[in-house]
Nanobody, 119 residues
């Protein structure tokens, strides 16, 4: 089973940095592609970044490219999102998600962590 719990959200000033973590208490973490999504108030949830099961391939939304870095530690079942040069438009609830080996969609989601960037 996949059980995802995010942490690390908070309030930060524009231009600052924050690192989000996502812990999977299940046993299949290293087999799953992982991703971060976010949802701002009144907007649809949007893709932020993804990483392959082995960590060798990453993808980013254009809006965060060059500012955010996704990484993972398969030995400890941890997913990370390092966010630098934060902007007010990065304010959202951030979710981590997992996609199983044979799945075409991200089927497992955490409860989310709030990131608020003050201008």
């Amino acid at each position: 089973q996949v059980q995802l719990v995010e942490s690390g959200g908070g309030l930060v000033q524009a231009g600052g940095s924050l690192k989000l973590s996502c812990t999977d208490s299940g046993r299949t973490f290293s087999n799953n592609a992982m991703a971060w999504f976010r949802q701002a108030p009144g907007k649809e949830r949007e893709f932020v970044a993804s990483i392959s099961a082995g960590g060798g391939t990453t993808n980013y939304a254009d809006s965060v490219k060059g500012r955010f870095t996704i990484s993972r530690d398969n030995a400890n079942n941890e997913l990370y999102l390092q966010m630098n040069s934060l902007k007010s438009e990065d304010t959202a609830v951030y979710y981590c998600a997992a996609r199983g080996v044979l799945a075409s969609r991200y089927g497992y989601w955490g409860q989310g962590t709030q990131v608020t960037v003050s201008s």
